[in-house]
């Protein structure tokens, strides 16, 4: 009996031990996945509240990658390769990417515009909830594009995804790493120059996505 127990004891710890590897490779390999992202914004208008979301699953806006905003006034400054400068936003955390990082594929950004700070600096300091808002806010444009998301160089292991805003409403995509990522070249950002018609702010405005969902219960 008491090799019986014992040994029920022995299976107990190796069954413990097994989990607690099972649980260290299961983290190891979520470790793998998990991507953050970094902005590069050519534009001369600021950006906020950025989300993306893999085109091939429904896109749920409050269930979508945040990643971040890109306001001139805290932003860092990086150089491009003919020395002028772009703004970048820090890298924001997390997304979890399960799909092949060696071929493009593609996914759907949401953002707004942000072309009247002084208005919209009103709109945040303003008590209604932007839920309510439909159309256009004080200041901002909201925003959608479809974007091909380019594989990063063969000899990387890609942790994070890089998004470029340019000047005529285009947005790209690319895979890197923290060595790897850096500003388009400043051949391919003049080709995307030109600016949008007065009064637009992106090649397809849509309404404010977060209108009528209501907002989740405040937890203590």
């Not at 909201?142 to 000047?167: G, Q, T």
Request: hydrophobic residues 35%.
């Amino acid at each position: 009996m008491k090799n019986f127990i014992y040994m029920l004891v022995v299976s107990y710890f190796l069954m413990g031990c097994t989990s607690k590897e099972e649980e260290a490779l299961r983290l190891e390999k979520l470790t793998e996945s998990t991507f953050t992202t970094t902005l590069y914004n050519y534009t001369k208008f600021d950006l906020f509240s950025i989300l993306y979301k893999d085109v091939a699953v429904p896109f749920d806006i409050e269930d979508a990658a945040n990643g971040g905003s890109v306001f001139f006034r805290n932003s860092g400054r990086v150089l491009m390769d003919n020395n002028q400068e772009v703004a970048g936003g820090g890298d924001t955390c997390c997304l979890i990417w399960n799909k092949s990082t060696d071929k493009p594929l593609k996914i759907k950004v949401v953002w707004s515009v942000i072309y009247d700070l002084d208005s919209f600096d009103g709109k945040l300091s303003d008590k209604r909830d932007k839920r309510s808002f439909k159309g256009r806010g004080r200041g901002s444009a909201w925003c959608e594009a479809v974007v091909e998301v380019n594989p990063a160089e063969a000899d990387f292991k890609a942790d994070r995804v890089i998004l470029h805003f340019l000047v005529d409403g285009t947005v790209q995509a690319e895979l890197a790493t923290l060595q790897t990522e850096k500003p388009l070249p400043s051949s391919l950002v003049e080709k995307h120059s030109t600016p949008l018609p007065e009064g637009q702010f992106c090649k397809n405005e849509i309404d404010n996505p977060f209108y009528g969902i209501p907002r989740a219960p405040h937890r203590e």
